[in-house]
């Protein structure tokens, strides 16, 4: 490898990792697992930089290429995906009564049930949108997808975790996760 190809990677990893290894946290919910599919990302992107042309931002770029190994990873593992806690601590927070926080750990644990059944674009979609808090128009350029696809896949995500915590808490849980 050349060094000027060195430090373009170098540089590009130093930019991007952080952005890319919470994107898979979220996705996976497990850190050992976002550690090494960012490995991964950045490993396909020492063979694939130089096809690299500048049509779409690296950030962009990167992304698509997380997303593809997130769920070659998911295809190959079937793993379980969880949100992570502090994300649904601040959908479900109570006031911090003892009695909230038990109610709210057992509206979590429900909420993380429902999203396992959503299937991997659905969630990487309400990844980038209610966790990461993209805007329609930046998810559409990180997933390389149309606008009105991201608006359409984000409302099934949402209505399918309504749907699944309706039936699993005869309605105790949905629109906006809790009522």
Same mark, same amino acid.
């Given at each position: ?57 690296? *950030?962009?770029? !990167?992304?698509? /290429?997380?997303?593809?190994?997130? &769920?070659?990873? #998911? ?6 995906? +969880? ?35 959503? *299937?991997?674009? !659905?969630?990487? /979609?309400?990844?980038?949108?209610? &966790?990461?808090? #993209? ?6 350029? +990180? ?37």
């Amino acid at each position: 490898m050349s060094d000027d190809l060195a430090k373009r990677i170098s540089t590009i990893y130093d930019t991007y990792y952080d952005d890319i290894y919470y994107f898979l946290l979220y996705f996976t919910g497990r850190q050992q697992d976002a550690e090494d599919l960012a490995q991964e990302v950045f490993s396909r992107l020492l063979h694939i930089l130089p096809q690299y042309d500048g049509r779409v931002a690296m *950030k962009t770029w !990167l992304f698509s /290429i997380a997303k593809y190994a997130a &769920i070659d990873q #998911y295809r190959k593992m079937k793993w379980q995906r +969880l949100f992570p806690e502090k994300w649904l601590a601040g959908m479900l927070s109570k006031e911090g009564l003892p009695e909230s926080e038990l109610e709210t750990k057992e509206e979590m644990r429900l909420v993380k049930q429902a999203l396992q059944k959503l *299937k991997p674009q !659905l969630r990487i /979609i309400v990844i980038l949108r209610y &966790i990461e808090e #993209y805007s329609v128009k930046e998810t559409a350029e +990180l997933l390389a997808i149309p606008e009105s696809k991201v608006r359409v896949d984000c409302h099934r995500g949402l209505k399918a975790l309504q749907k699944i915590l309706g039936e699993s808490t005869e309605g105790g849980i949905v629109n906006g996760f809790a009522r």
